[in-house]
């Protein structure tokens, strides 16, 4: 046989790459021919032309292995042809009972016509059972409640869904059994076989197919989750796909390409939960942030900006979307901000429109330990600097170390045990005390019982977040909101992980004036009776002792700020300034990025709504700064975009 090329471990320190890749059948002696990459990059600037091989220990055109990726350039080029990229990809811990969400790397080459060059839909029978590290058989699939792995690899094609918009109601998902109707950067769910090879690693699946490559398109929708993912055959990163910016508009600015995205949910499921009933059966969508914008991923510190990402408390979905109880079980903290291969994201919306994945986004970042899918035959997760390939790095990166965080356990003790809700309050001076695309999360508040939310200004309304992003300071009133829907003996607040912080931090009641320490190992202990409790817990950084005789002030100026909300009127092309609290506001500012002040108005007065025209200024990114006559100062970033 053939090869074109052979990449082994020992070029570890070299990548291939080619402007263009054409791989078929030797013309004259109709052997095979094939690319096998091992633990390397196979880097493509335009297409790849694949030519199928003879069906048998070496089909496939190109094979990617242990932890090998396949990146193609901007030029976004459509593949073709009859042949074949080969990637395995598994799913931990996954056996018949345990959903994992999946975005395919690859189409069926054949659908539509081979001959066409453009990325092609997928079906589970793309899936192939492995026999050795070229040879693998096409895998059954069976409308069983479970698949096996013996004689052969035979999936469930029950529970083979999409979720292309909605909530959590059995309604929003839209079976595909094992039809080609999975369209490409379309994810769906599959629950995994009855066997794990290697501990703790899951089965190992080998997808086959034409590789995708270019533009993507994914439709969202306002408040909702659709279900989509990394659709390459390398990694996907998710800050690059959350602050790209395209062209210039007519006012000649850049804006942002998927800014429809307000953050990215993942599911987790309780692999102790082994049955198929929705009453029996454990999970949760964790909430992931990517953080300030930082196209290569490189802090100060040399390592990567991870975002943050909240795990989900688990809780038993009904068929209607809603929680009916839960064990108490938590997810597993994951670093997000690189999708592995086959990694299925839920992108959620804050308003309606397209996102378009690009090749530009894919990275070559070896998954570790510390993901959804990793591959058992990679090294041990650690990221060395040889890692970090970028075949199109963005020039001049301007690097932020990791802002300080602190990762906030709350527990609630009641009569059917105990269930814990985390939380991530962030600092960065990247921040405001409102809400900040990228840096704040929303809370799912999916909880059985009882739940506790940062209550944070969004679009005009007070919304449960789980991640909150501040700007640090020593008189900073952090509000902290509880809902008790059954009785709970006891609530205790603890922090889980503290990253760069070196403040006290103190858990305030408002009503009865305590103060409880929850840095340095220490816990707060509250009661609470049923009901919603707003406005009365906060956390602060000064006790009591060290707050001076202004410290009543400290609070108010605190609750002025979070009682006075702003929001663009796009359509109305007016910034909207809510002020139900009716305080006093002396002046008005608006401020470009560039320092210019754009809008002045002077004694507005106390009307609960105060609008100011921003017909005649350019869509962009600005500062709002208001003195209320207590000479009290609320500042607010705001995006207006007018068009």
């Keep these: 046989m053939k090869k074109l090329l052979i990449l082994t471990v020992f070029l ?13 059948p030797n013309p004259s002696s109709s052997t095979d021919s094939y690319v096998y990459v091992k633990d390397e990059i196979l880097f493509v600037e335009q297409d790849v032309n694949l030519g199928i091989n003879s069906a048998g220990a070496t089909e496939a055109s190109i094979y990617l292995r242990e932890g090998a990726q396949l990146i193609q350039g901007d030029s976004n080029t459509p593949n073709k042809g009859s042949g074949q990229l080969s990637v395995y990809q598994n799913a931990p811990d996954s056996d018949q009972w345990t959903y994992n969400y999946w975005c395919s790397p690859i189409g069926n080459q054949n659908y539509g016509g081979f001959g066409v060059a453009e990325n092609k839909n997928f079906s589970i029978k793309r899936i192939f059972d492995i026999q050795n590290s070229t040879n693998s058989i096409q895998s059954l ?11 052969f690899l035979t999936i469930s094609k029950r529970w083979i869904y999409t979720k292309p918009d909605g909530l959590e109601a059995e309604s929003d998902y839209v079976h595909m059994g094992n039809s080609h109707n999975i369209e490409p950067g379309m994810g769906f769910t599959m629950k995994g076989v009855d066997a794990t090879p290697i501990a703790g690693t899951g089965f190992e699946y080998d997808f086959r197919g034409r590789p995708n490559n270019g533009d993507i398109t994914i439709n969202v929708f306002a408040g909702e989750s659709t279900l989509s993912g990394n659709p390459y055959p390398s990694a996907l990163d998710l800050n690059r796909l959350f ?9 000649g600015e850049s804006t942002l390409i998927n800014e429809e995205i307000t953050e990215f949910h993942y599911w987790d499921e309780n692999k102790d939960s082994n049955s198929h009933y929705y009453s029996e ?5 964790g909430t992931y942030t990517p953080g300030p914008s930082n196209p ?4 100060t510190d040399g390592d990567f900006e991870a975002g943050i990402y909240v795990p989900p408390t688990f809780t038993v979905w009904n068929a209607g979307g809603g929680s009916n109880s839960g064990s108490g079980d938590s997810g597993v903290h994951y670093d997000r901000r690189f999708a592995p291969i086959g990694q299925g994201v839920l992108f959620f919306a804050g308003s309606d429109g397209e996102v378009i994945i690009k090749n530009k986004y894919r990275r070559y970042i070896k998954e570790g330990d510390n993901s959804d899918f990793r591959n058992n035959s990679t090294s041990n997760g650690n990221r060395s600097s040889d890692e970090r390939i970028d075949p199109d790095p963005d020039p001049d990166p301007d690097p932020e170390s990791t ?12 009569q059917s045990g105990t269930h814990v809700r985390q939380m991530v309050l962030a600092f960065s001076d990247r921040s405001t005390v409102g809400y900040d695309r990228g840096l704040d999360g929303r809370h799912p508040m999916d909880a059985v019982g009882a739940d506790v939310y940062f209550p ?18 020593i008189d900073r009133f952090v509000p902290v909101d509880f809902i008790i829907n059954t009785p709970t003996p006891k609530i205790q607040i603890t922090i889980a992980e503290n990253i760069n912080f070196n403040q006290i931090a103190y858990f305030y009641d408002h009503y009865e004036d305590t103060y409880q320490e929850i840095t340095n190992d220490y816990e707060a202990v509250i009661h609470l009776e049923v009901g919603e409790h707003k406005r009365r817990f906060a956390i602060l950084f000064r006790s009591r002792r060290e707050v001076s005789e202004n410290s009543e002030g400290t609070i108010a100026k605190e609750e002025t700020r979070a009682n006075v909300d702003f929001f663009q009127n796009n359509p109305s092309k007016q910034l909207e300034i809510r002020n139900p609290e009716r305080y006093d506001i002396k002046t008005a500012m608006v401020y470009d990025m ?50």
């Excluded at 602050?243 to 006012?251: F, I, L, M, R, W």
């Excluded at 290569?296 to 802090?299: A, C, F, H, P």
């Excluded at 944070?456 to 300071?473: A, C, D, N, R, Y």
Aim: hydrophobic letters at 30%; charged letters at 10%.
């Design 12 to 24: 570890t320190y070299s990548s291939a790459m080619f402007s263009q890749l054409f791989v078929r």
């Design 141 to 151: 699939s069976t409308s069983s409640y479970e698949g096996v792995s013996t004689p």
């Design 243 to 251: 602050y790209d910016t395209g062209s210039s508009n007519s006012n």
């Design 281 to 285: 059966n454990e999970g949760g969508y």
């Design 296 to 299: 290569n991923g490189i802090s």
């Design 403 to 414: 802002s300080s965080q602190l990762r906030i356990n709350t527990s609630f003790g009641n």
């Design 456 to 473: 944070v200004k969004f679009q005009g309304e007070s919304t449960p977040f789980v991640i909150s992003t501040v700007p640090f300071s």
């Design 594 to 643: 560039a320092g210019k002040l754009v809008i002045n108005k002077s004694n507005l007065g106390t009307n609960t709504m105060i609008t100011l025209s921003t017909s005649n200024i350019t869509d962009g990114i600005y500062l709002v700064q208001l003195l209320t006559s207590d000479n009290i100062n609320i500042d607010h970033k705001m995006i207006i975009k007018n068009n």
